[in-house]
Nanobody, 116 residues
Framework: QVQLVESGGGLVQPGGSLRLSCAAS????????LTWHRQAPGKQRELVAS???????NYAASVKGRFTMSRDNAKNTMYLQMTGLKPEDTAVYYC??????????WGQGTQVTVSS
């Protein structure tokens, strides 16, 4: 059983930065495909960023150039560094570990609020 524990959310002013962390236990982490998603009130959950086992990343157009996803396989932890935050980035952020097409795990979610 894989468990994902997130941390790092909070309240930040527009233009500010936050770093989210997600620690995985019970996983062969270095081989897993990892993603961050977010869900704003009244909206569907959307993919924000992904990283494969080789460290290749992809980003949603809305965050490209502002967010950076990374992984530390030695610590079984994934990160989302967010800079230039905007009010529209306000959402609950979820980390996600994809083991296969039929097996994936989610973190508990962490609130990010961008407001002055």
């Amino acid at each position: 059983q894989v468990q994902l524990v997130e941390s790092g959310g909070g309240l930040v002013q527009p233009g500010g930065s936050l770093r989210l962390s997600c620690a995985a236990s019970g996983s062969n982490f270095r081989l897993d495909f990892l993603t961050w998603h977010r869900q704003a009130p009244g909206k569907q959950r959307e993919l924000v960023a992904s990283i494969d086992s080789s460290g290749n990343t992809n980003y949603a157009a809305s965050v490209k150039g502002r967010f950076t996803m990374s992984r530390d396989n030695a610590k079984n932890t994934m990160y989302l560094q967010m800079t230039g935050l905007k009010p529209e980035d306000t959402a609950v952020y979820y980390c996600n570990l994809v083991r296969s097409t039929v097996l994936q795990y989610w973190g508990q979610g962490t609130q990010v609020t961008v407001s002055s």
